[in-house]
């Protein structure tokens, strides 16, 4: 059970580049999440999923546009990248652990710097 | 969103109880107070979370006020391996999570 997987890692863009980011979960989570973390912050919601097929925004979405084709995958891409997209990115799924506690897992997390 | 309101950072001693604090004046009847937790360089992890009444389990305790107005997550040994940032959070069931900036917890050895 490998939980929340991030694709990269790391990333180094220059202005105007696209990317995509890839979290995959196996926890069979209906929910999954796209958050940002910039320096001596605390995380912000990009877009969220509450199921297959399904996308909404949360707080900050300008510049990101996500897909969630299959349950257990969440992508985000960047169509032009601008410096003020370095950050670190995080994915997440939420839903029921074996104590039947509501509860959201994380990745490991994408470092993305644009140039 | 109902909102929270943590210290910025706090100390500890290793091996001593760590009591961080967590203020939540405008909470409504049906808001769980979370605690998530993140190591440096890592996502965050879940702590513990309740609703009324105090809660244990192997991380941390949770001590929640007679009319929740605050709460407290409580570390009963600090290690070095808990010194990270603690995010208190209230949510409603299928409500997204708000992240503030939480509590910086150093733990002096």
Same mark, same amino acid.
């Given at each position: 059970?490998?939980?929340v997987t991030?694709?990269?890692?790391f990333?180094?863009l220059?202005?105007?580049?696209?990317?995509t980011?890839?979290?995959a979960q196996?926890m /069979?989570h209906?929910?999954?999440?796209?958050?940002?973390?910039d320096?001596?912050?605390?995380l912000r919601?990009?877009?969220y999923?509450?199921?297959e097929?399904?996308?909404?925004k949360?707080?900050?979405p300008?510049g990101y /546009?996500?897909s969630r084709?299959k349950?257990? /995958?969440f992508?985000?891409?960047?169509?032009?990248a601008?410096p003020?997209?370095?950050?670190v990115?995080?994915c997440?799924s939420r839903?029921?652990?074996?104590?039947a506690r509501?509860?959201q897992?994380?990745?490991?997390?994408?470092?993305?710097?644009?140039? | 969103?109902?909102?929270?309101?943590? !210290?910025?950072?706090?100390?500890?001693n290793?091996?001593e !109880? @760590?009591?961080l !604090?967590? *203020?939540?004046?405008t #909470?409504s009847g049906?808001?769980y107070?979370?605690? &998530?937790?993140q190591?440096?360089s890592q996502?965050?992890? &879940? @702590?513990?979370?309740?609703? =009324?009444s105090n @809660? *244990?389990?192997r991380?941390a305790?949770l001590?929640?006020?007679?009319d929740?107005k605050?709460? =407290?997550? #409580?570390l009963?040994?600090? =290690?070095?391996?808990?010194?990270?940032?603690?995010?208190?959070?209230?949510?409603?069931?299928g409500?997204?999570? @708000?992240?503030g !900036?939480?509590?910086r917890?150093?733990v002096?050895?």
């Amino acid at each position: 059970n490998a939980g929340v997987t991030q694709t990269p890692k790391f990333r180094v863009l220059k202005t105007g580049q696209s990317m995509t980011l890839l979290c995959a979960q196996d926890m /069979n989570h209906e929910y999954m999440y796209w958050y940002r973390q910039d320096p001596g912050m605390g995380l912000r919601l990009i877009h969220y999923s509450v199921g297959e097929g399904t996308t909404a925004k949360g707080e900050v979405p300008d510049g990101y /546009n996500v897909s969630r084709l299959k349950k257990q /995958n969440f992508l985000l891409g960047l169509e032009s990248a601008a410096p003020s997209q370095t950050s670190v990115y995080f994915c997440a799924s939420r839903g029921l652990d074996s104590g039947a506690r509501e509860t959201q897992y994380f990745g490991p997390g994408t470092r993305l710097l644009v140039l | 969103d109902a909102k929270t309101t943590q !210290p910025n950072s706090m100390e500890s001693n290793e091996e001593e !109880p @760590v009591h961080l !604090p967590c *203020n939540h004046s405008t #909470i409504s009847g049906t808001d769980y107070i979370h605690w &998530y937790r993140q190591l440096p360089s890592q996502g965050p992890e &879940y @702590v513990i979370h309740g609703l =009324t009444s105090n @809660v *244990n389990n192997r991380m941390a305790s949770l001590a929640i006020a007679e009319d929740r107005k605050s709460s =407290t997550l #409580i570390l009963h040994r600090a =290690t070095l391996r808990d010194a990270a940032v603690y995010y208190c959070i209230l949510n409603n069931y299928g409500q997204n999570f @708000v992240f503030g !900036p939480g509590t910086r917890l150093s733990v002096l050895p």
